[in-house]
């Protein structure tokens, strides 16, 4: 049963980003957080998603303002590069501290 307590501090939080609460978002943005900048190949591999799924997320992340994206050439091939913008790191890091203090505050 959820005490007041607990109910206030979930209301507290309903703030949570939802642009990087989906599963997807959140894990291009944490990768893209610890690296400069990664090419859009290198993502779907380490993520394991495809190109559609992958394009559609990185499109919706660009859209809210929280990563830039860089096409260009690496030879004679495209590459398409992706990077956190400076607002995109600062909303990680707000993600990061609302979600850890909402987890901290629900008791054992």
Do not use: C
Request: hydrophobic share 40%.
């Amino acid at each position: 049963m959820a005490t007041p307590e607990m109910s206030a501090s979930v209301a507290a939080h309903s703030d949570i980003d939802r642009l990087i609460h989906e599963p997807a978002r959140f894990q291009v943005m944490a990768l893209l957080y610890v690296i400069e900048s990664a090419d859009f190949t290198f993502l779907m591999g380490q993520l394991g998603l495809t190109w559609g799924n992958l394009s559609a997320h990185i499109t919706k992340l660009e859209e809210g303002g929280y990563v830039t994206v860089e096409k260009g050439f690496k030879g004679k091939r495209p590459q398409t590069m992706l990077s956190l913008t400076k607002q995109g790191r600062k909303a990680f890091q707000a993600y990061r501290q609302t979600m850890r203090q909402m987890l901290d505050d629900i008791p054992e």
